[in-house]
């Protein structure tokens, strides 16, 4: 009689678990294509107040040799849109904050700007997004009330196109529409701006679109400097006792960016919206500044943006929301000369107006994001502000008992020149750096020596890590433009057939567990 009990019961069983297993396994494929569909990237801004700006057909050039993939304009410019057909190079495009008025008023202004701008372009131009206005809410609050008309009207005009399922509609904010941003759990947006906001989130919702932010780390740690560390404004790996934590929620928090982006998530929240995605439409740190900005330096521009890309590429989501990783647009490609002041303002470009780099990232790994990737190249030089006895003491030593290679700053070599303690210092330093393979603890001589990213050689003086680049560099750049990232896809479809797998296996395993309670128990 046992027997007979459970054999109805281990048929139950069976089925029960082949039912578990497949259902698992048809979810899986699923999932997988939705991670595929929604790949985080990495995007930049390209602003035109350049002198003796590219034209459109070298700009695209020169961003098809740079690897970029997606752009950022501030307009619609007709010309560069023509030289972006049949590129596969995706761009938002943009209506100015002062075309809101007419296309906010006007169902037909609307429609002929789709038609003028996107019809006539799209697909062989592959526009992705329309950003409508740029921190309107803002900077220009008069016009607020016109926004979401516009916004509607031009939704209308991409609906009646047949274009709204490929093309999405947002407006980038600023990050000063939230109140009151860490910790993340206890932030909201700004009353005065609710309406419009719950509107434009409802819009968003309905549409699938993002809401576009803009956000910048250096501005909050310039804000709020002795409370926010630098090192958790430049992505730096931090010690657990460092790192921020949200009180209400406890969750950890290693970098800025991932709480703004958070509290953005928070905010939504509030206003009961939870199936909106953020774009960072612009995040960047500048190069240089003026005496009141001595944070903005090639070494903390290169170290944010690297550790930018990297953090994006990895996707690591953030603490609230790890399934989800927004892109990012670097502000900005080029450096804009003509902009005014503070300098700072000129200096956010990874390039110079003629194209050459303002600073070598280091993103080595991450894809075949950006082809000016030193391979996370490092150097050690002198520090600022030594006194030369010290200097000229911690050179005796490199050059003496370090063994360093001292012999191009001898006279007539072509490191010689500048003649002065400071140079050949850097040079002395970083052969001895180089030399003991870029150990953490070779580049201090008694603290007067730093580590940089930023390549020091200069004129016919070429520094030793920059030899040792140049010997690696063509093999390091095509292994990685040949590989990097397929790699990262390839890894995501690993995981994915091993999730799937494991998913199997742990439901049968839990059948036959139950199985066995059974038996014992009908025993």
Not at 42 to 68: E, H, R, Y
Not at 473 to 496: C, D, K, L, P
């Amino acid at each position: 009689m046992a027997n007979t009990k459970k054999l109805p019961l281990f048929f139950f069983l069976v089925v029960f678990c082949c039912c578990f297993s497949t259902s698992i396994s048809s979810l899986l494929p699923e999932i997988k294509v939705q991670q595929d569909k929604d790949e985080p990237y990495v995007g930049v801004n390209i602003g035109t107040d350049v002198s003796n700006f590219l034209s459109p057909s070298d700009l695209v050039a020169f961003l098809q040799l740079q690897k970029i993939t997606h752009i950022r304009l501030f307009d619609a410019d007709p010309d560069m849109l023509k030289a972006l057909a049949k590129t596969k190079i995706r761009v938002i495009i943009s209506v100015p904050n002062n075309q809101i008025l007419a296309i906010g008023s006007s169902n037909t202004t609307a429609a002929a700007w789709i038609g003028r701008n996107v019809a006539a372009y799209y697909p062989e131009t592959l526009i992705t997004a329309i950003a409508v206005g740029d921190e309107l809410l803002t900077t220009v609050p008069s016009s607020a009330p016109l926004l979401m008309p516009a916004i509607e009207s031009l939704y209308s005009a991409l609906v009646a196109a047949n274009l709204h399922t490929q093309i999405k509609i947002s407006t980038p904010n600023s990050a000063s529409i939230i109140l009151d941003p860490f910790p993340p759990s206890q932030a909201f947006f700004n009353q005065s701006m609710s309406s419009v906001l719950s509107q434009l989130l409802q819009f968003c919702s309905r549409t699938q679109s993002p809401l576009m932010m803009n956000l910048y780390p250096y501005y909050v740690f310039m804000q709020n400097k002795g409370v926010v560390p630098i090192d958790n404004s430049l992505f730096k790996p931090l010690t657990p006792s460092k790192e921020m934590v949200d009180p209400n929620t406890l969750l950890h928090y290693t970098n800025v960016l991932d709480a703004m982006i958070d509290s953005v998530y928070f905010s939504m929240k509030n206003l009961n919206v939870t199936d909106v995605v953020v774009l960072v439409t612009e995040s960047g740190w500048p190069s240089k500044g003026d005496s009141k900005e001595p944070y903005a330096t090639i070494d903390n521009a290169d170290t944010y943006n690297s550790n930018l890309i990297k953090h994006i590429i990895d996707r690591s989501g953030t603490p609230l929301h790890p399934e989800i990783t927004s892109s990012v647009y670097i502000y900005e490609l080029f450096n804009e000369d003509l902009r005014s002041p503070p300098v700072s303002e000129a200096n956010w470009g990874l390039f110079h107006g003629n194209s050459t780099p303002v600073y070598l990232l280091h993103v080595s790994g991450s894809g075949t994001f950006l082809a000016n990737d030193t391979t996370n190249q490092t150097y050690c030089i002198a520090m600022d502000g030594v006194d030369k006895r010290t200097l000229q003491a911690a050179l005796d030593w490199a050059c003496g008992p370090g063994r360093a290679n001292c012999s191009e700053i001898q006279p007539g070599e072509s490191c010689y020149q500048p003649n002065d303690v400071k140079n050949h210092a850097s040079y002395a330093f970083d052969s001895y750096y180089q030399k003991s393979g870029t150990s953490p603890g070779s580049c201090d001589f008694k603290g007067v020596a730093m580590i940089t990213t930023s390549d020091p050689s200069h004129g016919s003086c070429i520094f030793p890590g920059s030899k040792t680049v140049s010997n690696k560099t063509n093999q390091v750049v095509n292994a990685t433009q040949a590989s990097g990232s397929n790699t990262i896809r390839f890894i995501g479809a690993e995981t994915s057939i091993l999730d799937k797998n494991v998913h199997v296996l742990f439901g049968v395993a839990l059948c036959l567990f139950y199985y066995s309670l059974i038996q014992v128990h009908l025993s």
